[in-house]
């Protein structure tokens, strides 16, 4: 059983937001496999399916970033989920707007959903699929992934919703990380 799990923040306030890429990137993938979250629980939303015969479930913490575990962790040993076979999807600072990364395991990098999912799981050994925000020029950290893309970067991050797409086929379909990361880094 695999389990992709995308970061954001609940609600219309944050949407549209960087901080809510990882929700972005899910809803992208879902919307082209006509799939929906359906089911409300481990406080998240979520979807259980059976892709080329592999049982998948698609989760949005409805959290807030900073305590995601709290949703990750109750669901990943309800569904007794090695964190081998986890996928979390999540905003990335320290990259160009629309870079893809995949990382096998990791400290946390500072982002705080990812510290959560750590603390709550007990282990740094699950997958992250990074995508990049930029980091601010200007302003705050904390106003700066609260805000929306502008048109150009949004044209760029619909982009690499694609390959993220092509990500998660290949994460359900047994690809290792090592290949993920040969591949798509």
Known sequence: MKLIVALGNPGLKYEKTKHNTGFMALDYYLKNHNLTLNRDKF???YA???IGGEDVIFLEPQTYMNESG???APMANFF???PADILVIHDDMDMPVAKLRIRAGGKSGGHNGIKSIIASLGTEKFNRLKIGIKHPDKQSVVSWVLTP???DQQALLDQSFETVDQVIDDFIAGKSAQYLMNRYN
């Open 149 to 151: 893309f502008d048109a």
């Open 48 to 50: 259980k399916e059976k």
């Open 70 to 72: 709290k949703s990750v």
């Open 80 to 82: 007794k989920i090695d």
């Open 43 to 45: 406080d998240g939303l």
